[in-house]
């Protein structure tokens, strides 16, 4: 079999370091600088010749920049004659701009992914994309895994009779109509409408919540403007008790102020981005999916089955 | 300008009629044959050089010969040195086939794209994908048109005030959503869940009915047999009327017999699939898209904005 | 070396069979359905991650149906991280389709190669195409097998001495020349026209056929129009008997009512495509190229020639 | 429209001059130098910009250099902002390596047909190709031109009571079929086998020659080897005359020296390739195809159809 | 004739804003947006149907935001099925990295070439690229502008008799060569060296300019540390006066203070990126390469030659 | 580990053998003929199923000839099945074509790189290219191996206190700059300048040579007139010795009767091209690179680094 060797861009060192203590290989060193004209240099450090490569990078801000980073780490590895290069892309965030619901827009989740199969990317392996269908933009195979075991063994150690799962949007309920159903939960609704560019209104929750905990699930949290309308209503209409949970947990600009001052009982996310000291909430816990990113490594260097995971 | 010259495959010559005498021009005859060895044949009969080429064909049964043929129109077209040509597909009906939720299937709605770019197709006109994303999948520019104007002005003649949009499925919701407020009037949404290869069961209604009327909302309509649950759900948490619209009405399998023995006041679909006689149920409308289709065509044709007409 | 996996779709199940059961490995299950709008669904239900993956598929009617499962398969595969995918098409019946004999037709024989590219095929294994340039139609490996060995062997059994090869189109005459010089019989040939959409004539024999026994040889018979020419120009050209040799036994539309009425000792075809019960003329032979293709698969697997087989 | 510019390679600069006469427009001037490593150079002397471009290389010896100089004037029109890049290639050599008749060879027709595309060539104009099929080879429209129509005039104006068509190879008797029935006349076939690399035999002539004037036609004589193994044999069976007619009248190696020996009433070629003074044979009457190219020049340039020329 | 679109990325309205006088057509208005998660988002707010179209975008601070926005302007441009989308890019700022001097690296003015192909870019339009064979990096068209008229007629006017053009690396001369040759002066060269990641030495300086006034010519001057050197080894050799000049004036990190204490007496570049207030240093001059992107624009619009400017 | 196959085109065959002596593996036959219209052909002698092939290949005159048969043999390998083809081509002679100083010419470099990649070369291991930018004008793996370790291991062996290195072109002095910093001297630049197609003229000497023995190195020399002009200027400035020494030593045209009239005391060339016993001055020494490539293909195959080699 060809041998491992995981590359980390700078974008989420920790998680890179975490997935090779599970895989036992040491991180491959690589160099990341800038240029005085501000153009990005890298240059990994070991030989790939004929290894099958892992570069680690988590689509965090500097957006831009880590895209830009991983492009050129797989171009890199690719004129180096590696025999594979798997992109893992813990939170590819392109995956929001994946339909033309304005005119003149870019479908960026699809052009992000072209740039992907120009630079020399074999395959990707990334978790829990916004909507399910973004799998199809790629035109190179994809293991999409998904942090729902995690989070549903977490809330499977609590009590559950009276709960509800929340999703803020009902134009995107898939998954935590799922995660219901795994639960063994009934599902609610916000029927949400994005008024302006920095501002959404949930107009209503469709669906029973009084008297009950809701856990209100998405997909990603970035300035939790939706999060603060949906806990908001949920409030005045009589829930009990609320916890917050995503596998993203993005937590930009005023986020870290809104969540702090919002009346929730835990806030969940999954370490798919580097959630920094500045952001440590008290009621924050952090679960990590590195066990689950090392694990699909392991059997995608082996040729073992990657759906059987879950 | 270059001229158009409008083809139709031998899925649904009716609506391509009925777009060329919208855009006053003949529809170009051509010829569909089978060799013995069940091999296709087609020919253009006139001449495409640097004409805009126009190919009409819609994804209803038998769904594969009907991709075939388009393909191999697109091929001769091509080769035949037409200056551009746009496919033009009411209903496309691997859009349904838009994700992988079982390991080891193929994501088709992005494979038959993907088909349509080798076989030359320059851009696409189509009307109410499944779902918004697979606009994403195509790698050539797509027009992608709705059937909503048209069911909304049907339904704006009505008296509104009692009355509730229903989606069958909550992971599916976003056009119901739209066409909700679009009446507005509120929404709400079936637990739809897949309990065998031909089976689906809704679990339960998300959202209030009682007392209201039910605009029944899908995209398609297939064998039935999600509207079948979700109006006999409906009927039984107390609605004083249902109404069933979608703009894909393929009716195929026990279509017809279930919707003839339901209790629905009226059933409501676009000409975007042929319905043939033994389909016309007493209490069926078919609204035409015709105009939709040669409008766009006229704009396409002229360099004007398609998104305008929305 | 990698472990291989073979699938059939649903054409020629016994033929992929009878292959496994060559190389000593069971066939691989796979699910085809159809869902209600018609369009295709399919399953494969082993892990193919890493593995050299061969799907069986033939070019029968229905043939789009066919062609279209096959490149569904492939895309399967290829997503679920095959290292490798081989077509195995014994009869590719759009080899047929290799030239523009009209103007603005389809050279769909050239299409369908670029299909199988675009939905990642890997490498095609087939047999006696309708013409040798259709091999360089595909942009990936082609092993291009031959039924001849087989056939050769069949006659080479008997009394050869006042024996002639007819082919019924000089037009295409090149195949029949080889078998003939392998034989060590002379060669004619018929001077085919086609007359309309579904019928040719025979003009003439070129070559003097008179007073011997006559094997008929072409690469496939569909609607066995031209056998029908041909055989009854060479009886009123005096043979003292005739055979009927073929790679691809189609036998469609009329072809078992007409041969079963016309005066021929025999008729011999391949089992590249599935004669069924129907079918089975008491005079018809047929001739299995399992054993070839199962080589074919052996070695390229293994790395061996193939061409060394013949 | 846009504005024709006609280029010659170094190949045939008198048919891209009766091309130009014929459209009535200068052929543009080009520079076409070899540096002192051999490399090429060339450069177009015009502007090219938005024009509709037609570049006439035919590939007679050094067909590589030939090929090579077409390749780069292509890449250099393209990539000066061209707005069509027509490749007019009279006699495409390379149409002869049209399949795989021994492991591990080139099919050089498709890969030559692959490097047009990678140079830039957007429409090929070409003339009959050694098969049909390679019509199929290139992934650019093609149109495919014959010098039938010509010959067959030629012909027209002789009495033809007791002539008879002659094709050297029954293995390629397609073309050679449609003039014979052109003609109103029978056909022969010679059973051509190759014997070493650079030497044929004609085992045997299908059909009664005796008595007829022959009429020996192939698309293209080179050493003219096979020519004089079938004359051959043509006299000795009986024929009362013979003229021999091609398109491609390449004239290669011994061919000058071994048709003046033979015992030929004419000998017919097209103009596709230039014919040197020394090739000046009493006997050889030259037909000029450069209408038929300016003619298609033009319909493609004005948008009209070319199959119609025919 | 098909008209004319300007945009701008969000790097140097100032600059299209002058184009646009030049052409005497209006800049058409754009979006240019962050989503909370750091994505970026744009929208072109005029239809681009059939237009042709030029976006505005140089790679200036922060460079891989400004890739990324044109990246995804030009998809939003050909989805929206503008007819032709050139970039405009005064200052390719990824030309520097153009080949491979240490293993493991990205040769990424080749990538981001490649990535341009791939949004759909169909020409481009750019100045002064680091290196002359960057040109041959892309594979669309390319228009290569340079700033060297501008910069001659401005010395042009001076008195030159003492003159010699510098160029700081020998390694890369050749634009420098031409400027003397265009100024008719000597040239003298440095011997630069790169010690270090943010550090250079000039060796030596090959050629004799001892009495001399120096004209230092680089391409671009981005942290000016090599223009720090140059400078102090040429007073060394006894320059009697120092003339900067580049085209791209990046002055990024420490070069305003660097250069602000060098004894220069004029720097001059052109305004290719934007020059911010603070930049603006006494002995500055700057010149507008605005008429030249302009011209060539008009010319590329109308189909008239490019290179005639020059 | 796959096992190693080496063929030879027909351009340089001893290199090809000295390479696999080296590696130890015999020479694979293949064969190398010319159609009677100067068609080539070629055929691999022995199976390259999943083999790693390695096509040697130099491009010495005639150049297109050798081009076009390693495009052939390349194509012929994959189809073949091998698993990797690298083509090795010693003297890349089109890497002069690399930039466009002309309008409406080739960049030939990139051109011949993208029909490489065309035929399917899986990888390319070339020397000493004419600039390092052409690296990026591939799309494939480049391993770019250098003959200065050889050339400098050779020098240093003399006495080299008084010497120089001495560039004929300014405008390219990269390389020689270099081997002067290796070998610890000082560097003068020729100021070449092109006065007509097949004249250049150095302009000046820029540094000082006078009484210093001079190595004047190019990457190629070809008919020498850069070196014969070179020379005489380096005499009229007082050097006390002159030894040339180059990578590619094509010695074409009138160079063999340049040099050996010129005062030279030393020609130095690697074995990259071959140099025939006409070529064979007595003051001319030829450097053996086959070790380089044989043991750059030892590691490729084996998977080690090849940056290690340097």
Known sequence: MRQIKVFSGSSHPALAEEICRYLGVPLSPSVHRRFSNDNLYIQLRESVREHDVYIVQTFSPPVQDHVFELLMMVDAARDASASRVTAV????????SDKKDEPRISIAGRLVADLFKTAGVSRLLTMDLHS???HGFFSVPVDHLTAQPVLASHFGERELANTIVVTPDIGNAKRASQLARKLGVPLAAGNKRRVSDDRVEIDDIVGNVAGKHAIVFDDEIANAGTICETTNLLRKRGVTGITVACTHGVFSGQAI??????????????????????????????????????????????????????
């Open 257 to 310: 102020k809104r969540l702090s001052t919002l009346d929730i009982d835990e806030i969940i996310a999954a370490n798919t981005v580097p959630i920094g000291p500045e952001k440590q909430l008290v009621n924050l816990t952090t679960l990590s999916v590195a066990p689950i990113f090392g694990e699909a490594i392991r059997r995608i260097n082996l040729g073992e089955s990657v759906s059987a995971i879950f």
């Open 132 to 134: 399910a269908q973004v």
């Open 89 to 96: 892309v813990p939170y590819y965030s392109y995956a929001r």
